[in-house]
């Protein structure tokens, strides 16, 4: 779509381009930008210029996935994960566009665009990623990606803050996923991801609520420990890819096949 509010396009070459001018939004991949009209947005800042390495290793078996990496190069990149490996398949896979969309979007984009079904979002808290923020005085901040998010587009970021990269912790011993949708290819209603290792037991439940919820047991819970602890959320998510007592419900399920899984 033509956004034709937009009347001036940069490409960033050095991180002293990100300085945003009033009006101006960074530019990922695209794919929802220029999806539909931005009253808002008179220019565009295109982080692709800024060459960042897609996946970097770092010490302690960590990986930094940098915010312009696409969902293609992720999903490239999924061996790097290890036991996470089909885990970071299928959150690719989640988001159900082409693969040209895939060869365009960038995790940050997704992760900043702050949809309950941004499956970014749900890899990234689900496996206890951090999101790296430039902020405009030249510094940083670390937040957990699951605080990242904070609702319904909505986002830690501030005005002129710039995701630069998202830290994966090393991948626990077990990790598995479940996800429902109401129809075959339709848009994500529920997305669990569950991790177990020496520090506990760990489920984050997203797109069946506005923004990630992690519910941490140190150790594998009982059955009824885990429908206590997911029967406190309240605020479940209500649009057309599913009503709110169908999310609840099929939340329960899938966390409950993902506990006695981690049990087998
Ligand atoms: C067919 C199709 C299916 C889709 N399905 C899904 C889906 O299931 N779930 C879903 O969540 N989305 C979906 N989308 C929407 C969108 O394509 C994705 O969310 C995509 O990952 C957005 O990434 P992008 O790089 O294209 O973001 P862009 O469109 O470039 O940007 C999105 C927003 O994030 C901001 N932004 C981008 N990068 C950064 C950064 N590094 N720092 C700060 N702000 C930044 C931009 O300013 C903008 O506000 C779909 C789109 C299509 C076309």
Redesign the pocket.
Known sequence: MDLIEVASMRVATSRADLALAPGE???????????EP?PE?RG?VD?AGLDWEPVTDLPGGRLSIA??C??AQLRDAAPLFGAAASVVEHCVD?????WK?HR??????????????????SLASGLGATAV??TPDGGERRIPVAEFVTGVRA?L?EPG????TIEFPATPAWVSHRRASLAPLG??AVLLLARHDDAGFTLTVTASTPSPRVLAFPSLPEVGDLSAAIGTIVDWYDDAHGAPDWRRAMTLRLAEELRAEAAS
């Open positions: 939004a960074v530019l990922g991949g695209g794919t929802w930008l220029f999806s931005q947005v565009l982080l915010a312009t696409t969902l989640a988001l159900l566009g082409s969309i365009i979007a960038t995790v940050g984009g997704n992760i900043c665009l702050a949809l309950p079904a941004g499956p970014m979002t923020v430039w986002t970021l803050e710039v995701l630069r848009r994500s």
